[in-house]
Nanobody
Framework: QVQLVESGGGLVQAGGSLRLSCAASGSISSINTMDWFRQAPGKQRELVAQVTGIGTTYYADSVKGRFTISRDNAKNTMYLQMNSLKPEDTAVYYC???????????????WGQGTRVTVSS
């Protein structure tokens, strides 16, 4: 089995910074795309940022210039550096990854349990 575990959420004032981590563990052969999603109260889950296996990145317009996604393939870990945080960034942030398990040839989708980020004004 594969597990994704997020950490780094918390309460921060507007303008502050947080760094989220997502560590993947288990029977992993390789990890393709890794993503951060978020879901604010009463809203749909949305894609925040994505990083491919070769390091190509994508950002939602709402976080461009403020958030930076990265990954350490040797550690099967992804990060989200969040700077200049705004109250509208308040949400539960979820890690998602397409993982190829050992002894398999295709990837499967996995989600973390989520970590809460609260930005106060």
């Amino acid at each position: 089995q594969v597990q994704l575990v997020e950490s780094g959420g918390g309460l921060v004032q507007a303008g502050g910074s947080l760094r989220l981590s997502c560590a993947a563990s288990g029977s992993i052969s390789s990890i393709n795309t890794m993503d951060w999603f978020r879901q604010a109260p009463g809203k749909q889950r949305e894609l925040v940022a994505q990083v491919t296996g070769i390091g190509t990145t994508y950002y939602a317009d709402s976080v461009k210039g403020r958030f930076t996604i990265s990954r350490d393939n040797a550690k099967n870990t992804m990060y989200l550096q969040m700077n200049s945080l705004k109250p509208e960034d308040t949400a539960v942030y979820y890690c998602h990854a397409l993982v190829v398990r050992t002894s398999q040839t295709s990837s499967s989708s996995y989600w973390g349990q989520g970590t809460r980020v609260t930005v106060s004004s």
